[in-house]
């Protein structure tokens, strides 16, 4: 009996190491992926990993698209009204303004 609880904790054991050291299998479950298709369309286009990606999102805005920094930061990746211009000016788009930061498919693109 003893031996048999001794083994049922060791396979537990396991389970738990190879869990905890594989976030392939924890993360979804704790860190739900919104935005899914849209970061990982703007990381491939710009080959960067999606999960670095939605790392930065997370630290940044903890995935809530009406952040705002004191520092006047906007939006999901937290980027400055200043330097969100100067990525649209770059993209070709003249419709810039304030408020489009806060759009969650633009913020990531020019983040």
Do not use: C, H
Request: proline content about 5%; aromatic content about 14%.
């Amino acid at each position: 009996m003893k031996f048999a609880l001794f083994l049922l904790l060791l396979l537990g054991a396991a389970v738990f190491v190879y869990g905890a050291s594989e976030p392939r299998v924890w993360g979804p479950f704790f860190y739900p992926l919104q935005y899914r298709q849209t970061l990982k369309t703007y990381a491939q286009e710009n080959d960067l990993d999606p999960n670095l990606v939605a790392a930065v999102i997370y630290e940044e805005s903890k995935f809530y698209s009406g952040q705002q920094s004191y520092a006047g930061a906007l939006g999901l990746m937290q980027l400055l009204p200043t330097t969100a211009e100067s990525v649209s000016k770059s993209l070709g788009e003249s419709d810039f303004s304030t408020e489009t930061i806060l759009d969650p498919d633009r913020n990531i693109r020019y983040g």
